[in-house]
């Protein structure tokens, strides 16, 4: 099982950034680095990810995957499960997974999570980096319709150390799984059995150039998201947003 090595950082321009250099300079498998406050956090889709001192949890995983190099999409979908894990564990919450992975409470984003690869002299590594709004000055005011805080939700600020032990072990373990005979297929299982996300959920899809409404029907082996259209055409959604449709009573649809 991995063994995480604790960096910590009072500031830092981004966990993924920093975990990114240590793993081109030969860092091992498992090195964490955790910081107070990120100057230049990131989010998926080059979005920027608020980072205020001592309000979130900002931490970034060096991993080198014994994994065939199309399963690694699913690392992140893994982590989603570890974060879930530890939330519960850490603070008793209840959350879903919106698809790939954010994980959501009461319907808002409470943590977002961004993997990215990069070749280094012992070969390619994946950093996974994760952001979890622990306190309400993470979330920014202009998001606050649609992110929310641990704070927020239930009524305390957690202890960051208690939630990164937890959020550590979890991810140890389930990282293992991954990895183990059949943990690719038992991995896609259970982020179905986590996300309200997964099956008959008529959602948007946003891509970069256009967009398209239908209704989810599970993943592909390499976590991509089923997409049955409108027309009734399945389309393999890899890269994008989704946001949950309702239907109205007079039939228009709606964001939730
Ligand atoms: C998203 O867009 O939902 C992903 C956000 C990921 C944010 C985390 S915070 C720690 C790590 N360092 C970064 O710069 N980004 C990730």
Redo the contacts with the bound molecule.
Sequence with gaps: MIQSTILRFDSID???LEAIRQARACAPEGLCVVARE?TA????LD?S?H?PKDAGL???IVLRPSLAKESWPLLPLMTGLAVGNALSKSCGLRTDIKWPN?ILADGRKLC???AETTETNNGLAAVV???INLAREAVPPELSDTATSIESVTGAKPDLEVVLAELLKAFAERYENLQSKDGCEHLIREWCANSSYAYDRRVRVSLQSDSFTGVTRGLESDGALRVETDEGRIRIVRAGDVTALRAQNDGSIHAE
Excluded: A, E, K, V
């Design positions: 981004s966990t993924n990120q956090g990131r989010g998926r979005r990810w980072s900002y931490l970034s954010d977002g999570i961004l980096g994760i952001g």
